[in-house]
Nanobody
């Protein structure tokens, strides 16, 4: 019902910036919270940032003050502005959307994009 496509990943030097974008299509009216997660080689996927329909943002401690999550007015695109990048930020970044089910029970289901690679060199 919802498709997520990430873009904006790439190679950047430490201290540089990147902006990731995630475009949602399908049943976008039922999307609630959206967010970004990342997974580095040999590590589990971890939360980076989330943003609710009301615009409340939540960040992992490791990125607070450096990353900013935002969402367009239509609610179908979420962004992650990444500043002061560090080599430890290197990972595959995944877009996530919590989508309200169309059938009973009225619970959210998580949808995921395929990911975009972010590599930060020292």
């Amino acid at each position: 019902q919802v498709q997520l496509v990430e873009s904006g990943g790439g190679l950047v030097q430490a201290g540089g910036s990147l902006r990731l974008s995630c475009a949602a299509s399908g049943s976008i009216s039922r999307i609630n919270t959206m967010g970004w997660y990342r997974q580095a080689p040999g590590k589990q996927r971890e939360l980076v940032a989330t943003i609710t329909n009301g615009g409340r943002a939540n960040y992992a401690d490791s990125v607070k003050g450096r990353f900013t999550i935002s969402r367009d007015s239509a609610g179908n695109t979420v962004y992650l502005q990444m500043n002061s990048l560090k080599p430890e930020d290197t990972a595959v970044y995944y877009c996530n959307a919590a989508v309200l089910r169309t059938t009973w029970p009225p619970l959210n289901r998580d949808y995921w994009g395929r990911g975009t690679q972010v590599t930060v060199s020292s």
